[in-house]
């Protein structure tokens, strides 16, 4: 059966439906923080939750995500054995206290600070030293096989920041973050989760290409999991040619609306139109005007049967609450099954 992995914000587990709780294989919670070298969260009324969605499910695992997007420490906490040692206990400490099945890492990204992060040309080897020590730590929870997974950087600038061969050792899941391919550095218009390249891209960035890289640079295929957006990236100021796809907007690529929103108020209303890139794989939207990349159910469904066909383990989402139809996690799993 391929692993289904959702994201959920820890002040998000209340919008848990039953049967999106039946179909998943694991959530990640976002997010944990790094603070003084230390590991933290928040729980609030997640823990409440978690306890019924166990009951529900009860082959589902709950990890903890630490990090996320602008989210510092790990530069510093991982430079040196001590500190990577503090990270790993306070880490564990919180799986042990809320009875989590695992850890992920979203460091993003090791030796890149244009998130306002520290950074280290270091990082590259640390991150696999702050994996394998994590590891360690995990293995020593009693009567529990504790899962480690990262969330990575969704291009090749990942895997030469980083020993992913020697760090995959250390995991048992590689999300790749097969989304924000473009978007909110680039003024081109395009496809931000695209499975392949369309012929008339600049970029040759995909879901496809990145994911062969990764098993060139050593990550066993099996361990891969690939990244699905519930969210979009919107461009304005856009020509009105070729449905604006590839053209030069006045506005980057930023945050777009969750995939409820493009639902209700965006595809194929109040003068959007959906299109279809068969090359890519991915739909979009245009009002002579306004480009908008997302993923729907047809391209879900190209990415898992390219899951399937390519022995991968699986499909992860970002993230839960931008699907408020609650129709593309219990999609999913039968898409995968």
């Not at 295929?221 to 519930?230: L, P």
């Not at 969210?231 to 506005?251: C, F």
């Not at 890139?277 to 898992?304: C, H, Q, R, W």
Request: proline content about 2%; hydrophobic content about 35%.
């Amino acid at each position: 059966m391929k692993t289904l992995i959702g994201y959920v914000g820890t002040k998000d587990f209340n919008l848990l439906k039953e049967e999106d709780v039946k179909a998943l294989s694991i959530i990640n919670i976002a997010f944990g923080q790094v603070k003084d070298g230390e590991v933290i969260w928040e729980a609030k009324e997640a823990p409440k939750y978690m306890k019924w969605a166990k009951e529900i499910n009860s082959n589902l695992k709950i990890c903890l995500s630490i990090g996320g997007w602008s989210a510092g420490g790990f530069s510093t906490a991982a430079s040196t054995k001590e500190g990577r040692e503090k990270f790993a206990k306070t880490a564990v400490d919180i799986l042990r206290e809320y009875d989590l099945d695992g850890i992920d890492i979203d460091w993003e990204y090791p030796c890149i600070s244009i998130a306002g992060i520290d950074a280290s040309p270091d990082d590259k080897f640390n991150f696999t030293l702050l994996l394998e020590a994590l590891r360690n730590e995990l293995d020593k929870v009693e009567n529990k096989k504790c899962l480690l997974m990262v969330a990575t950087g969704g291009d090749e600038y990942f895997l030469r920041c980083t020993e992913m061969d020697k760090a995959s050792k250390y995991l048992d899941i590689v999300q790749i973050m097969t989304y924000d391919l473009r978007g909110g550095f680039s003024l081109q218009t395009g496809h931000h989760t695209n499975l392949y390249t369309s012929p008339t891209d600049l970029s040759s960035v995909s879901a496809h290409n990145t994911i062969t890289k990764f098993i060139e640079a050593g990550v066993p295929k099996e361990k891969i999991v690939m990244g699905v957006a519930f969210y979009s990236r919107m461009w304005t100021g856009v020509p009105n040619v070729d449905n604006g796809h590839m053209q030069m907007a006045t506005s980057t690529g930023g945050y777009g609306p969750g995939y409820g929103q493009l639902v209700k108020e965006y595809i194929n209303k109040n003068g959007y139109t959906r299109h279809w890139d068969d090359v890519a794989k991915a739909p979009y939207l245009f009002n002579g005007d306004t480009f908008i990349s997302y993923d729907d159910e047809d391209s879900i469904k190209a990415k898992a049967d390219y899951v399937k066909e390519n022995s991968l383990c699986g499909l992860m989402y970002w993230e839960y609450c931008l699907d408020d139809t609650f129709t593309l996690t219990t999609y999913l799993r039968k898409v995968l099954s």
